[in-house]
């Protein structure tokens, strides 16, 4: 059975920093990218950053480039999310989720349980 | 960065009817729009792919449509464990992968 499982979330001060784990099981890591998807309170979804099996590319959006680092470690089947210089804004839930990709199409096609960043003071 | 623009924010339908959301993007996507349900307090669950592809383990009482801007979810007869807010996301054009703003299906 596939599982992501977040964790590293928490309560923190504006222009602090935290670091977001996600641990993958049930498939091969290393064979999916992999991407970090965050939820404000009460509101939608929002695409945060994306890294593939190797590590070789990586995106973000604009909302959080310069800030935030995604990387990953294969050996430990573990996806990490860097938040340096949080601010009230990056409050939500993150979650990771998996980026399957058949011969023709791609999709976010497995979700972790989400964890809770506040970032205030 | 394609916006998506669900609409109704809200809708509301009686268990058994028949409910249908709509999803435009702001220039074509051609057929690359998944349709995600979220029940409160929980992550997001893959429904539709490719416009209308069921993802594994969805009733067929879940459809999609669609292409290029203009995309719909049509849920055939309501049960009570469909009422949930609906995203969709464009994935062709990315980064940024985008989402609508959801759709909040409740009942009426």
């Known amino acids: 059975e596939f599982q992501l499982v977040e964790s590293g979330g928490g309560l923190v001060q504006p222009g602090g920093s935290l670091r977001l784990s996600c641990v993958a099981s049930g498939f091969t890591f290393s064979s999916y990218g992999m991407n970090w998807v965050r939820q404000a309170p009460g509101k939608g979804l929002e695409w945060v950053s994306y890294v593939t099996g190797t590590s070789s590319t990586i995106y973000y959006a604009d909302s959080v480039k310069g800030r935030f680092t995604i990387s990953r470690d294969n050996a430990k089947n573990s996806l990490y999310l860097q938040m340096n210089s949080l601010r009230a804004e990056d409050t939500a839930v993150y979650y990771c989720?998996?980026?399957?990709?058949?011969?023709?199409?791609?999709?976010?096609?497995?979700w972790g349980q989400g964890t809770l960043v506040t970032v205030s003071s | 960065e394609i916006v998506m623009t669900q609409s109704p924010a809200t809708l509301s339908v009686s268990p058994g009817e028949r409910a249908t959301l709509s999803c435009r993007a702001s220039?074509?996507?051609?057929?690359?729009l998944a349709w995600y349900q979220q029940k409160p307090g929980q992550a997001p669950r893959l429904l539709i792919y490719?416009?209308?592809t069921r993802a594994t383990g969805i009733p067929a009482r879940f459809s999609g449509s669609g292409s290029g801007t203009e995309f719909t979810l049509t849920i055939s007869s309501l049960q009570s464990e469909d009422f949930a807010v609906y995203y969709c996301?464009?994935?062709?054009?990315?980064?940024?992968?985008?989402f609508g703003q959801g759709t909040k299906l409740e009942i009426k």
């Open positions: 490719g416009a209308s």
């Open positions: 220039q074509s996507v051609s057929s690359k």
């Open positions: 989720a998996r980026l399957y990709c058949s011969s023709t199409d791609c999709r976010f096609d497995f």
């Open positions: 996301q464009q994935y062709n054009n990315w980064p940024p992968y985008t």
